[in-house]
C-alpha cells in the first residue's frame, strides 16, 4: 500500500490528502510536497515549534525539511513570532516603502561583499527572474548559462534541466514553456567551467549544489567561473537562495571569496516569511525601474511581516549561531556515515558548512548525472520511509538536502543516529532480499 511505503499519513492526513486532490491539483501548492519522490501520502503540518513539526493527527516528527531551509532558527522561533506579531498591529501591507525595508537592506549590504543594492521581492523564483532580466539589460545580450541539476525557480527560462522537483518528477523541463523561452538557455554540467563567448549575458549557478542533493563546487570550479565571465564580459549571478545566511552571514561568496556580479537571496532571508531579494554592484542594480530601464515590481515586494521577520533573524544569526549549526550537522553527518558504514550500504554524506547531504553512491555525486545515478536505486525512498516511520522527516526527494537548525540539538541528533543506524539495517537486508 502506497502509504505504508511513504511511511506515516495517519487517517487525518489521508481524509485531507483526499479532500485536497479533488480541490488542488495533486493536493499541494507545491509538487515535491506530493510525497511522488519517495511514494505515499504526504502528512499534512497542524504546528510545528523548533526542530519539530506536529502533523494533522498529532504526531510529532523531527524535522530536517524547516521549510526547505528558510528555518534555520527552528520553527516558531519567539523571536521572530514577536516580531511578526509587532509588524501585524501595525498594518500587514501598505504598498508603500517603509522604514523596515532600508533597515533589511542595510544589513543584507552589510553582510555581503559585493552586494552593494538590494531589491526585495517575494519569492525566489522572482530574485532570479529579475536577475537574468537585468542581467540582459546591462548587457543587451541574450545567452543564459544554467547548470544541469541546479534549481532556480520556475520561470520560463531557467526551468531546462532543473534539481528539486523537476527532478524529483523526472522531467527534462516543463510543458507550457514555449521554445523561444529556452532558446536562448544553455545547459552546462556543473563543476566545468564552460566556454563563453560576447553573446552570453550571464552565468548563473547555485554556488553550492542543493537542489541535486549536495554537491559543492569542485577547487577552482567558481574561480574559474568568474575568470570566464570576465572575460567574455558576461555576468555572473550567483543564486544563493539557499547558501545566503545560511553558510554564514556572508554564503557562499564569502565563503569562497568569489564576488559575483549579481546575488538572488531567499528563504533565510525572510525569517520564514516570504521574502527574497535580488542584489549586487549598484551601477547594475540602478538599471532597474525606476532608476533605470529593466523592469520589476511586486504589490506584496518588501511586505512590512516579512521584513521584520527577515531583521529579526539577521539579528540572531550571530557566528556563534553558524558554528553551533555546523558543529552538530558535522556530529550528524558522523553519525549517518558510520551507520551506512556499519550496515554496508554504500553513502555518501557531504558536508558544507550547515548544509549536509545524502546520498546513496558509492563514490562522491559531481555532477546531475551522479546525481541521478545515486537516486535512481530507490534506496533514498527506502530510507525515508524507514526515518518517518522513526519520527524523523526528511526531505521527500533524494534531489533535495538536510536542513538542521539550531533548534536541532545534540538529543535529536543522537536520536536521528540511532533511527538511521535501524533503518540502514532494513536497506541492508531489503538489498540482500
Ligand atoms: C537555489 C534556489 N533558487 C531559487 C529557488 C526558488 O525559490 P522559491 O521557491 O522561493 O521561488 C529555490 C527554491 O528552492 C532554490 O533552492
Known amino acids: 500500500m502506497a502509504e505504508q511505503e511513504g511511511g506515516v499519513a495517519g487517517p487525518r492526513s489521508l481524509a485531507l490528502f483526499e479532500r485536497a486532490c479533488s480541490l488542488m491539483p495533486g493536493g499541494v501548492d507545491s509538487p515535491v510536497r506530493a510525497f511522488g519522490g519517495v511514494g505515499g501520502t ?4 497542524s504546528r510545528a515549534e523548533g526542530a519539530y513539526v506536529v502533523d494533522a493527527d498529532g504526531r510529532r516528527l523531527l524535522d530536517y525539511v524547516q521549510s526547505w531551509g528558510a528555518s534555520i532558527l527552528g520553527h516558531a522561533h519567539p523571536a521572530l513570532v514577536e516580531a511578526v ?5 501595525s ?7 517603509t522604514e523596515g525595508e532600508v533597515e533589511l537592506a542595510s544589513r543584507v549590504v552589510e553582510a555581503v561583499p559585493g552586494c552593494e543594492m538590494v531589491r526585495f521581492v517575494s519569492s525566489g523564483t522572482e530574485a532570479a527572474m529579475t536577475a537574468i532580466r537585468l542581467a540582459r539589460g546591462a548587457t543587451g545580450r541574450d545567452r543564459v548559462v544554467k547548470f544541469a541539476g541546479c534549481y532556480h525557480g520556475h520561470a520560463d527560462a531557467l526551468l531546462a534541466a532543473g534539481g528539486s522537483g523537476v527532478a524529483t518528477l523526472g522531467l527534462p ?10 532558446a536562448a538557455t544553455l545547459v552546462a554540467p556543473y563543476n566545468v567551467v564552460p566556454e563563453l563567448d560576447e553573446r552570453v549575458a550571464c552565468v548563473i549557478v547555485e554556488p553550492v549544489a542543493a537542489n541535486m542533493g549536495l554537491v559543492a563546487p569542485l577547487p577552482g570550479f567558481l574561480e574559474g567561473l568568474r575568470a570566464a565571465c570576465d572575460e567574455a564580459g558576461s555576468l555572473l549571478v550567483f543564486d544563493e537562495v539557499i547558501t545566503g545566511f545560511r553558510l554564514g552571514r556572508a554564503g557562499a561568496s564569502g565563503r569562497w571569496s568569489v564576488r559575483p556580479d ?7 532571508l525572510g525569517g520564514g516569511l516570504p521574502l527574497a531579494a535580488v542584489g549586487g554592484r549598484r551601477e547594475l ?15 506584496l515586494s518588501g511586505n512590512p511581516l516579512a521584513t521584520a521577520a527577515g531583521i529579526a533573524a539577521l539579528e540572531l544569526l550571530t557566528p556563534e549561531v553558524y558554528s553551533a549549526i555546523e558543529s552538530r550537522v558535522g556530529e550528524l553527518a558522523q553519525g549517518l ?27 562522491p555525486v559531481r555532477d546531475f548525472d551522479g546525481a541521478r545515478r545515486a537516486a535512481e536505486g530507490g534506496e533514498y525512498a527506502r530510507f525515508f520511509s524507514a526515518m518517518a516511520r522513526r519520527g ?42
Open 91 to 97: 498594518g500587514t501591507t501598505f504598498g508603500a516603502p
Open 262 to 268: 549579481l546575488f538572488c537571496f531567499g528563504k533565510v
Open 85 to 89: 506579531r509587532e509588524a501585524a498591529r
Open 285 to 299: 542594480m540602478e538599471l532597474l525601474a525606476p532608476t533605470g530601464p529593466v523592469y520589476q515590481a511586486g504589490t
Open 392 to 433: 524523523v522527516a526528511f526531505a521527500p526527494s533524494p534531489y533535495e538536502v538536510v536542513f538542521t537548525s539550531l533548534a536541532h540539538g545534540e538529543d535529536e541528533v543522537a536520536r536521528t543516529v540511532e533511527a538511521a543506524r535501524d533503518a540502514a539495517r532494513e536497506l541492508a537486508s531489503a538489498a540482500a532480499r
Open 173 to 182: 523541463g516543463s510543458a507550457g514553456v514555449p521554445e523561444a523561452a529556452v
Open 42 to 45: 504526504p502528512w499534512f503540518v
Open 337 to 363: 556515515e558510520d551507520a551506512f558504514a556499519r550496515a554496508g550500504v554504500p553513502a555518501q554524506v557531504p558536508v558544507v558548512g550547515t548544509l549536509l547531504g545524502i546520498s546513496f553512491s558509492a563514490s
